[in-house]
């Protein structure tokens, strides 16, 4: 794939996005759905690889970028990723007073909501695609809980679920099943 | 004692604003708020480089500019304390560490991730990562859940799930028409 329209991609999708994860839905309908150059199975690990990483939540632009194109695919990412938190410059150079405004608020607050809306419409796509079993929707529900009512953060609940996944390897082997 | 301003011309070098950027975005870990939090210690607590205020008007101007809020909050003090070259030596120096570590573990998944095994977990990683995705989506939304505001939030939400899943609408149209929803339909009072 060429990497400039890759970037271009990549830079659409993080410029429009509030938050870490923000920029999903874009990423899914345009890399995923459009263009079918990454799978839903591919985005779902380069947001794992995301999160058990340290840094901003939205480096999951550069596993996704790599998937896409290798390591030049990830420089794309991170410079798609790098690239709209520049604009910051020109906010503290022309806009300090306009960010308390109120309307300025208001639009910013709708945007973030959105984004949240269009969140929990990517999970759906994703979660049809590999939540198969009893087990992995229960894992995927547990994760959900334990992210809103616990301070475990991100890393420490994707290592659980690999913990708990390989306990019950090791009882299942014990146990004599194949 | 000195203003921030004088203590940041003893300390006024690139190398050493790269050098406690590299070091939070390599340890840092839970999120944005854990990196900003360790910034606020090493920058306004510990070397008082920069004044609550200065420190306070970055975050908020972090919120409001498009992309990652973590990034902007780096080029933001950066650009504050040095420049554009501080600026520039903040956002790579919190960034490149953890790029490098998410295409080796994505390298890894690639190599290694058709094994039963790896399988096996990365198909637990994976729904554990629906439920991640879900739970940052309801952290967007709770904070605009406030008594009376409710109906707001959740018109937008809902409508924003609805367009997208329902009807196809792109993403990029929907965030639009939420702009311009909050544009008509402001709960924030004028002054």
Known sequence: ?178 | MKSPKAKLAYAENVHELGRIFFRIGSLSFGSGNANIAALHRELVERREWLTPAQFNLCYALARVAPGTNLLAFCVAVGWVLLGRAGALVAVLALSLPSAAIVVALTRLYEVYGQQVTILTITRWILAATVGIIAASAWALVRPALGRRRWIRAAIIVVGAFALNSFLSVSPLKVLLGAALVGFLWSEHKER
């Not at chain 1, 839903?40 to 690990?45: F, G, T």
């Not at chain 1, 604009?87 to 607050?109: F, G």
């Not at chain 1, 529900?141 to 390897?169: H, K, N, Q, W, Y």
């Open chain 1, 1 to 178: 794939m060429n990497l400039f329209v890759l970037y271009l991609l990549l830079l659409k999708a993080s410029a429009t996005s509030y938050s870490g994860l923000g920029s999903l839905p874009v990423i899914r309908q345009e890399l995923v759905v459009n263009r079918q150059i990454i799978s839903d199975r591919q985005l779902s690990a380069a947001v794992a690889a995301g999160r058990v990483t340290p840094g901003p939540a939205g480096l999951y632009l550069v596993s996704v970028g790599y998937f896409a194109a290798g390591i030049p695919g990830a420089t794309a990412g991170l410079l798609a990723l790098i690239t709209p938190s520049l604009s910051v410059i020109l906010l503290l150079r022309y806009l300090r007073q306009k960010a308390e405004h109120p309307r300025v608020k208001s639009v910013l607050q709708a945007v973030v909501l959105a984004s949240a809306g269009l969140l929990f419409s990517a999970t759906i796509p994703l979660g049809e695609g590999f939540l198969d079993s009893p087990w992995l929707l229960m894992v995927a529900i547990g994760s959900f809980l334990i992210m809103i009512f616990t301070r475990l953060d991100s890393m420490g609940v994707l290592l659980g679920a690999a913990g708990v996944c390989l306990l019950m390897e090791a009882v299942s082997l014990l146990m004599g099943r194949p």
